[in-house]
Structures are given as C-alpha cells and as structure tokens.
C-alpha cells in the first residue's frame, strides 16, 4: 500500500508532498506542484490503461482467432492518436490558442 501525506517543510515553509510504501522500502518526497503533475500523469495513464484493457477484450471476443494481434495494432493506433493529440494541445497552448 502507499501512504500520502502532505506537509510544510519546516526550513522553506514550502508545501511538500511525502510518499512512502508501508513496506519501507520506497520514500520520496517532491514539492506540491510536481506532486500535482504526477498525479495528473497518474490519472492519464490509468485512463489509457482502462481503454487499452477495453480493446483487448473487446477484439479477443468479437475476433476469437486473431484477437490479441488485432488488439495490439489497434492499441498501438490508438496510443499514436493520444499522443499526436496531446501534442497538438501543447503546441496550442504555447501559441496561446486554447481552442
């Protein structure tokens, strides 16, 4: 299981944010604003995840013999999209576009 604490750091009065695993054996701790980004990245991929799984499924039941090939090309499709998108976003952004 992993623990999650926020706190002050007692030298800069900065949020931080302090991550450990209960076996002890992972600790990190980064400044709030990197936690929120990695958070973020977290939610994302567990998105991708969740569509990847539903692509699997879905071509393994409608393409019994092929399925899991089908399934792998799609999901490679499907991962150039979200990237080609989420690259398109950023270059709007810098250009100051946020249509």
Do not use: C, Y
Request: no cysteine.
């Amino acid at each position: 299981m992993i623990l999650v604490t926020g706190l002050v750091s007692h030298r800069t009065h900065e949020p931080r944010i302090d991550i450990r695993d209960t076996n002890g054996q992972m600790h990190v701790q980064m400044d709030a604003e990197d936690a929120i980004k990695v958070a973020l990245d977290m939610i994302k991929l567990s998105e991708a995840t969740m569509a990847d799984a539903l692509l699997i499924k879905w071509a393994e039941t409608n393409f019994p013999e092929k399925g899991t090939q089908f399934a792998g090309a799609l999901m490679v499709m499907f991962r150039d999209f979200r990237a080609d998108l989420e690259n398109d976003s950023q270059e709007r952004q810098k250009d100051g576009d946020q249509s």
